[in-house]
C-alpha cells in the first residue's frame, strides 16, 4: 500500500504532464471501445439480418448447393411436410419453412421483365422476415388464399415500377417447368416490397408455395429453412438436423451470408488496424511521460538506492505508475464510451446507405464486457510493459552515476 | 599509503590496499591508491582534502554504493566484495545511514515519510515506525512539522530531515558528505551539534567529509586526503 501511494503521489509531481498522458489513454480507449463496439452491432445487424433471410439452417437435397440442376427442381426435396413436421417436433427449432427457388420471365402484356423468384409458406416467411424485408405497398401474400381467386405475387419494389404495377394489377408469370416444357400463370399484384437492396428489387418476385409448384408443376421444394430459438446454438443444431436426414445436406446462414462475412472480414481489418494504431500511439505516450519521469528522477534514484532500496522495487514502483496511468486513462476512456453508446442508443443517428443498398442503417454501438474487459487488460498491460521498459535500466544505473547526475 | 594502521579485528570499517580509477575520456584518472582506513565502532572521523583528493570516492566506497577497482572493504569484520548487488543493498539499508549535501530527500514525501523510509523498507511495523520517527524527529525539533513536504522547508530543517531519516534506523555507520556545505553559518552550527549528539546519543559512527572547521573540532579524528592518498 506504501508504495501504491509513493507512486499515486509520484504521479501528481507533474499534473499536467500526467493528464495529459491520462487523456491519451482515455482517448484511446474510448476509440478502441466506440469503434470496437460500432463493428460488433454491425456484425450483430448483419447476423440478424443474414439469419432471417436463410433461416439458421438450410436443410437441401445434397446435391443442391454443389451441382446445376439440368431441370427446374431436379435436386428438390420431396416429402417436405414430412421432414418440416420432423424439424418442428425439436424444442430449439422456432419453425421450418419450405422455399421454391425459380425464375423466369414477367409479363404485363406490353413488355417482360427478367425475375427471381420465391415460393414461400406467407405466414412463416414475412413473420421471420420482420425488418429485413419492408412492404412498401399493399399486403403480403395470403396466408390461405381463395381457391377462386387469382394467384397472388408480391414484386420488388424496382420490379414493379419497371412493369408499372402497382397492388391490383394482373400479370403473368413464365417459368420452366420440371419436365422441361414452358408454363404461364396469371397472377394478382397484391403488394410490393423492398429488402433495401436496390440489385435484388430488380427482380424480386415472391408467390405463394403452392402457386409456384403449380407453376413448375412440382410438389417438390428447393429448400427448409429452419430458424431456430438460439442463434448460438446453429452449429450444434446443424450437427444434430445432419444426423436427423442424412441423405440431404445442410448449410447454416453463415455458409450462405457472403455479405457478412466479406464484411466481418472488412471491418476486422479496418478496426484491427485502428485498434494496434490507438495501442501503439498510447504506449508512446506513457513511455514518453515515464521515461520523462525516469530521467528527471535519477538523482532520486540514486538516493533511494543508496538507502537500501533494491532495484526491483525503485520499478516496481514505476511500474504502479504506470497500471495508475494506463487504469486511469481506461476508466476514463470506458465511461466515455459508455456515455457515447448511451447518447447514440437514444438518439436517431442513421449511417449512410452501405455501397449497393438504398438504405441507411441506426448508428449504435454495442456495449461489450468482453471487449471493455479485454481493451482495459491490454492498455494496462501496456503501460506496465512500457514502465517497466524505461525504469529497468536507470534501477540498475550505478549508484554513483545516479546521485551526480544533473 | 595508510594514515591508519588496517586493524580488522574490533573495527567497524576496514579498508585495505583499497585503489580506484576513473575513465575519463582516453584518460584514466586515479581517485585512489591503495588506501587503507581503520574506524573504529562510535568513532566520529572527519575527512577533509581539496576537491578532487578522493573524499567523496572513499566516502562512496565504504558506503558500499561503489566498489574498489582493488583491495577489500570489511564491514562489521566482513568482506563485503564477495556480496552481490542485491546482497549490498540490503547491508546498506541495515547498516548504513547517508546525509547528503543537497539533503536528497524525496520531495513528494512528507517530513514523516522521509524520515519513516528506512524504517519501511526494513519492514518494521507501522506502529513502530510511528513511534521511533516521531521520537526522531522530536530529537532533531521537527515535531511540528511532520506534514511538511521538502520545499515547504528550509535549507536547515530539510538537512535535519535528512539526519533524521539517516538516523532513525540506528544504523552502524553513517556517512555524510558535506553535510553543511549548503547551509549558512548559524544553521551550519546547529547542525553540527544535533549531528553531534544524536551521533554520540545512538552510538553511531560518522564519517564525514568536509571542510567545516566547526565540524572538525568535534570530531575525534580528523584524516587529510591528497591525490587520493591518506595523509
Not at chain 2, 517530513?111 to 510511528?130: D, H, I, K, M
Not at chain 2, 551539534?193 to 544524536?198: A, N, P, Q, R, S
Amino acid at each position: 500500500m506504501k508504495w501504491l501511494i509513493f507512486a499515486g503521489k509520484n504521479i501528481l509531481r507533474n499534473r499536467r504532464r500526467s493528464l495529459i498522458t491520462v487523456l491519451i489513454t482515455a482517448v484511446g480507449t474510448a476509440g478502441i471501445l466506440i469503434s470496437g463496439g460500432f463493428a460488433l452491432f454491425t456484425y450483430e445487424s448483419l447476423q440478424e439480418m443474414a439469419a432471417r433471410d436463410s433461416g439458421h439452417l438450410i436443410v437441401a437435397h445434397k446435391n443442391f448447393f454443389t451441382s446445376d440442376e439440368d431441370t427446374p427442381m431436379q435436386y428438390g426435396l420431396d416429402n417436405a411436410a414430412e421432414m418440416r413436421k420432423r424439424l418442428e417436433q425439436d424444442s430449439g427449432v422456432r419453425m421450418a419453412l419450405p422455399r421454391v427457388q425459380f425464375s423466369g420471365l414477367l409479363s404485363n402484356g406490353d413488355k417482360s421483365s427478367v425475375f427471381v423468384g420465391m415460393g414461400v409458406d406467407p405466414a412463416g416467411e414475412f413473420y421471420t422476415k420482420g425488418p429485413a424485408l419492408t412492404v412498401a405497398s399493399g399486403t403480403t401474400l395470403s396466408a390461405a388464399p381463395k381457391a377462386d381467386a387469382p394467384a397472388e405475387i408480391m414484386l420488388g419494389t424496382e420490379l414493379a415500377r419497371q412493369m408499372k404495377a402497382v397492388p391490383g394489377t394482373l400479370l403473368t408469370l413464365l417459368s420452366t417447368t420440371t419436365n422441361g416444357s414452358l408454363n404461364a400463370l396469371d397472377v394478382t399484384v397484391c403488394g410490393t416490397v423492398s429488402t433495401g437492396v436496390p440489385d435484388v428489387d430488380k427482380r424480386l418476385v415472391y408467390v405463394n408455395i403452392a402457386t409456384a409448384q403449380h407453376l413448375l408443376v412440382t410438389d417438390r421444394v428447393s429448400t427448409l429453412s429452419v430458424y431456430l430459438k438460439d442463434t448460438g446454438q446453429t452449429d450444434v443444431m446443424r450437427t444434430q438436423v445432419a444426423a436427423q436426414f442424412p441423405l440431404q445436406t445442410v448449410q447454416t446462414w453463415r455458409d450462405q451470408a457472403y455479405y457478412y462475412e466479406a464484411v466481418r472480414s472488412l471491418y476486422n481489418r479496418i478496426f484491427g488496424l485502428l485498434g494496434i494504431v490507438i495501442v501503439v500511439m498510447v504506449g508512446f505516450a506513457i513511455s514518453n511521460t515515464l521515461t520523462m519521469a525516469v530521467v528527471e528522477r535519477t538523482r532520486e534514484i540514486g538516493t533511494l538506492r543508496a538507502l537500501g532500496t533494491l532495484p526491483q522495487q525503485i520499478v516496481g514502483v514505476f511500474v504502479l505508475e504506470g497500471m495508475i496511468l494506463g487504469g486511469a486513462g481506461s476508466l476514463c476512456g470506458m465511461l466515455t464510451a459508455l456515455s457515447t453508446t448511451f447518447i447514440f442508443l437514444f438518439a436517431d443517428f442513421q449511417m449512410p446507405p452501405p455501397p449497393g443498398r438504398s438504405v441507411g442503417y441506426p448508428l449504435q454501438i454495442n456495449f461489450s464486457p468482453s471487449l471493455y474487459l479485454l481493451t482495459t487488460l491490454v492498455l494496462v498491460l501496456l503501460s506496465v510493459t512500457a514502465a517497466w521498459f524505461v525504469s529497468r535500466k536507470m534501477a540498475a544505473k550505478p549508484i554513483v552515476e545516479a546521485l551526480t547526475h544533473v | 599509503m595508510s594514515a591508519t594502521a588496517a586493524t580488522a579485528d574490533a573495527t567497524l570499517l576496514c579498508l585495505s590496499g583499497v585503489t580506484k580509477t576513473y575513465r575519463m575520456g582516453e584518460a584514466t584518472v586515479p581517485a585512489l591508491r591503495e588506501v587503507s582506513l581503520a574506524i573504529q565502532p562510535g568513532e566520529f572521523t572527519a575527512l577533509m582534502g581539496s576537491s578532487g583528493s578522493g573524499k567523496s570516492t572513499i566516502l562512496n566506497i565504504c558506503g558500499l554504493v561503489d566498489r574498489p577497482d582493488c583491495g577489500t572493504v570489511e564491514l562489521d569484520g566482513k568482506d563485503t566484495g564477495t556480496l552481490d548487488e542485491q546482497a549490498l543493498t540490503l547491508v546498506r539499508r541495515e547498516n548504513i545511514g547517508f546525509i547528503f549535501q543537497g539533503f536528497n530527500l524525496v520531495p513528494v514525501m512528507t517530513t514523516f515519510e522521509n524520515v519513516e523510509y528506512p524504517l519501511f523498507l526494513s519492514g518494521v511495523p507501522a506502529g513502530e515506525r510511528r513511534q521511533r520517527v516521531s521520537e526522531m524527529l522530536t530529537k532533531v525539533g521537527l515535531a511540528d512539522l511532520e506534514r511538511r513536504r521538502p520545499d515547504e522547508l528550509s535549507g536547515g530543517q530539510r538537512q535535519r530531515v535528512a539526519i533524521a531519516r539517516a538516523l532513525v534506523k540506528m544504523p552502524k555507520l553513517i556517512i555524510a558528505d558535506e553535510p553543511t556545505a549548503n547551509l549558512d553559518s548559524a544553521t551550519s552550527n546547529q547542525i553540527v551539534g544535533v549531528m553531534h549528539e544524536l551521533g554520540r546519543m545512538i552510538g553511531t559512527t560518522f564519517l564525514i567529509a568536509t571542510h567545516d572547521p566547526r565540524l572538525t573540532v568535534l570530531c575525534d579524528r580528523v584524516i587529510t586526503m591528497n591525490d587520493g592518498v591518506l595523509q
